[in-house]
């Protein structure tokens, strides 16, 4: 970064131990803006950024795409027409294959590593809301493929879904780091966590739709499904010639006259535009002064490599506590515990609203408790729900057992989308270095698909009756991959909350430990390397 003279270094070494209600005077950009960012409580962020507020929940919509998709495949095994169409028949009952199960459901999440690795050079090319334009387009067409395949013809509906989770990885990948960079610091959690309220919105509505039109007879049982899709990218298609086109990506690319627009029409009239946006090259500067280049093997080098590793090993530990299993399975799994078809549907579509209230709940907790604690006690909780699960399913010859692991489930749900689902997109996107984010997002969504597709074909061959025919058993698996993953987070997930992009730059550059984020307190030594 450029050199600075005696007075701003002593302008910076002021924020260092700002507080609120401290003169601003004398401060740098950088140190100004980040002192401004540190005094705004949620609330007058709401009231000035409500616009930029309201283009994150719409770039989000993408993301309700993932938690329909990732829905979907698990309802629509229990729709007796679609086993029919697409399976054989055993002892009377339509059944579909495992290995077809596997290639149905990892479809999705293959398709979606590939999305997310792509996002970094599309980004980067095209802008953010270039990339979110071409995910609507490839997803219209995996969608349509989906649509149009005929009965038994599993590899067309295979190649759909491969096309459309490509489209899926994008989506999730731009939307958080969209997010992190149009979001002020005091919305910044709860506009990310947005992406996980999406998802479990997809999630309700695949099983409400599930719900409709599962005891249809035709084909449109699970045609209409698939068809409902194409609401949100035509949606998105519309609306993003209006959307603000993320600061950051201008400012890297030498547009700042653009960029103080966008800010301007961000915050509107009461804003320092000029001020935010020299706030930005200030950052991408001090980023420079460490590396040079942003490639992906970037993410894998000197402190980044720290960084890159908290944004997968947070998806790492969501598959590892069963959200599979639990959510994705839900319904099937509800059928094979011996509940009917329409008590099967009932707990499907309950356990995904339940998850959306929760959701719901963590844009307070995200602010109020951070990100690092919500979790850590998550991992925990849902190690013990797990747990328990698999010990009830000891007597599952009993109807009373069925009905407790059931129950179990929702609470599991609840847990899960109060902390490790949403908050792993906050983390993910917020650990990341802005130079280096669009593609460590899109390294993040490559191991949350990949690890969605290892649990997407393992499962059903431990789940299915014709199979290992473990049922709630698999809670022991998955219980203690969560225990193990609770230790792994207590050591190495950072605190984030009311760090601005260039003191995580400045953690991270002093090694700080993950558990001494929080407590670390920026010294005058410290500023001066700003």
Request: aromatic share 12%.
């Amino acid at each position: 970064m450029m050199a600075k003279d005696s007075s701003e270094k002593a302008g910076v070494a002021e924020v260092a131990s700002f507080e609120k209600g401290t003169s601003y005077r004398n401060l740098t950009a950088l140190a100004q803006a980040a002192a401004t960012d540190h005094a705004t409580t949620p609330i007058q962020a709401m009231r000035t950024y409500w616009r930029a507020l309201l283009w994150c929940l719409f770039m989000c919509m993408g993301a309700l795409l993932w938690g329909y998709d990732s829905q979907v495949g698990g309802g629509l095994l229990s729709v007796p027409v679609f086993r029919t169409d697409f399976g054989y028949v055993n002892g009377g009952q339509p059944v579909l294959a495992a290995s077809w199960q596997s290639a149905f459901n990892s479809a999705s999440s293959i398709g979606g590593m590939f999305g997310g690795l792509s996002l970094g050079y599309i980004s980067d090319k095209l802008g953010r809301r270039g990339a979110v334009a071409v995910a609507c387009v490839l997803s219209i067409a995996g969608i349509l493929i989906q649509f149009l395949t005929p009965k038994h013809v599993n590899g067309m509906l295979v190649a759909g879904k491969l096309i459309n989770g490509f489209a899926l990885g994008m989506y999730v990948s731009s939307a958080g780091g969209y997010c992190a960079e149009v979001s002020p610091l005091a919305l910044r959690g709860i506009t990310t966590a947005a992406v996980n309220l999406w998802i479990d919105l997809g999630q309700f509505m695949s099983n409400g739709v599930i719900r409709g039109t599962g005891n249809r007879s035709d084909v449109y049982a699970y045609r209409l499904p698939f068809a409902l899709q194409w609401i949100f990218p035509l949606i998105l298609l519309v609306g993003l010639p209006f959307a603000p086109e993320s600061p950051w990506w201008l400012v890297r690319k030498g547009r700042h006259e653009e960029a103080e627009k966008v800010l301007a029409q961000l915050g509107g009239p009461t804003v320092d535009a000029k001020l935010q946006a020299q706030q930005i090259q200030e950052t991408i500067d001090f980023e420079d002064s460490y590396a040079a280049t942003a490639t992906y093997l970037d993410c894998f080098r000197g402190v980044n490599l720290r960084r890159t590793i908290v944004a997968m090993m947070v998806f790492v530990l969501q598959q590892g506590a069963g959200v599979v299993f639990v959510l994705g399975y839900s319904t099937y799994f509800f059928e094979l515990a011996g509940f009917a078809d329409d008590n099967a549907f009932n707990l499907g579509v309950g356990v995904t609203a339940i998850g959306v209230v929760g959701n719901l709940l963590t844009f307070y907790t995200v602010n109020r408790f951070g990100r690092r604690s919500i979790f850590t006690w998550g991992m925990a909780a849902c190690t013990v729900i797990l747990l328990l699960i698999g010990f009830i399913w000891i007597d599952s010859k009993n109807q009373s057992a069925k009905w407790t692991v059931s129950a179990f489930t929702i609470i599991y749900n609840f847990v899960y989308q109060t902390s490790i689902g949403p908050l792993g997109y906050v983390i993910f996107a917020e650990v990341s270095s802005a130079k280096l984010r669009s593609k460590t997002v899109g390294i993040g969504i490559w191991t949350n698909s990949l690890c969605a597709m290892v649990a997407n074909i393992a499962i059903p061959y431990l789940v299915n009756p014709d199979e290992a025919n473990l049922g709630g058993y698999v809670g022991f698996i998955f219980g203690g991959l969560a225990f193990a993953g609770t230790i792994w987070a207590w050591y190495f997930i950072p605190e984030t909350k009311n760090r601005t992009v260039d003191e995580l730059d400045l953690l991270y550059e002093k090694q700080v430990s993950a558990r001494h984020f929080a407590t670390y307190k920026i010294h005058d030594t410290d500023a001066r390397k700003l």
